[in-house]
């Protein structure tokens, strides 16, 4: 069940270092050689003390090896450090994958939401987790089933995964299953589906497309400093106004 993580944590190049940390109440930032990369969680989420130390000047694979704790905001800490390396434009070019830009900010009009709204019509679609507008982007247009650990009315609690999921045309994931240890078994579950993974913490990673992932769509830091205020909670606007947003097909 550890391939994938392996396999994100592997493809790190030796070199990159954890030169900056912070964490916040519920996201992680570090930045490696110029980029940025993010982890979050939930609130509510475990939220015992940290169990690795002095990661600050550690190779980046190293610090990448807690998105395997149990412990979420440690895992946040992995998934920042794993985000930081394939979110770097060099490694992004190394992989011959130049992303797309959907738009700077809050810029709603090119939200990958109304930009799947015409590839998704009249298709069977799963949601994982809360998005914004997702229902009255996506809803009108496709058969649209809403799963979340805390199921508002008329959506799904997320043990119907194992029935919905190899039912649809298209499943929508956030990375926050990444942390959570659920990935693996939702991609398994979703594998006859073209599956997106949406969210501003999502590595860029090619390895994806090795385990059935079709779309990358994440956010790219553009103003550093600005994401470690946000971080830190010396500013409160979304994490978004510090980056862009970009697409990947695999």
């Known amino acids: 069940m550890w391939e994938l993580y392996d396999a994100l944590i592997e493809g790190i190049d030796p070199v990159f270092t954890a030169d900056e940390i912070a964490c ?3 996201l992680s930032y570090i930045r490696s050689h110029g980029s940025i990369g993010l982890g979050s969680y939930l609130e509510g989420d475990s939220r015992s003390p940290l169990t690795s130390h002095n990661l600050l000047g550690r190779p980046l ?6 998105i395997k704790s149990w412990n979420y905001p440690e895992a946040a800490v992995g998934m920042a450090a794993i985000s930081a390396y394939y979110n770097h434009p060099d490694t992004l070019k190394k992989a011959g994958l130049l992303p797309q830009a959907t738009g700077r900010g809050e810029d709603r009009m090119n939200d990958p939401f109304i ?3 015409r590839e998704l019509a009249d298709k069977r679609v799963a949601v994982l987790g809360h998005y914004p507008y997702v229902e009255q982007l996506l809803g009108p247009v496709c058969e649209l089933s809403i799963l979340d650990r805390d199921p508002d009315r008329g959506e799904y609690p997320l043990p119907a995964a194992e029935y919905l999921l190899p039912e649809q045309d298209a499943v929508i994931i956030p990375p926050y ?8 078994r939702l991609l398994e579950l979703a594998s006859g589906a073209k599956i997106i993974l949406v969210g501003p913490t999502l590595p860029l990673a090619p390895v994806f497309r090795n385990f059935g992932v079709s ?3 994440g ?3 553009t103003d550093p400093d600005r994401a470690a205020r946000i971080v830190t909670g010396a500013e409160h606007v979304r994490i978004y106004t510090a980056g862009r947003k970009v697409t990947l097909r695999l």
Do not use: D, N
């Open 24 to 26: 916040g109440c519920s």
């Open 61 to 66: 694979r190293e610090v990448a090896v807690c």
């Open 115 to 117: 930009i799947y709204q």
């Open 177 to 184: 299953f990444l942390l959570v240890k659920m990935m693996p």
């Open 215 to 217: 779309e990358l769509s």
């Open 219 to 221: 956010l790219l830091i």
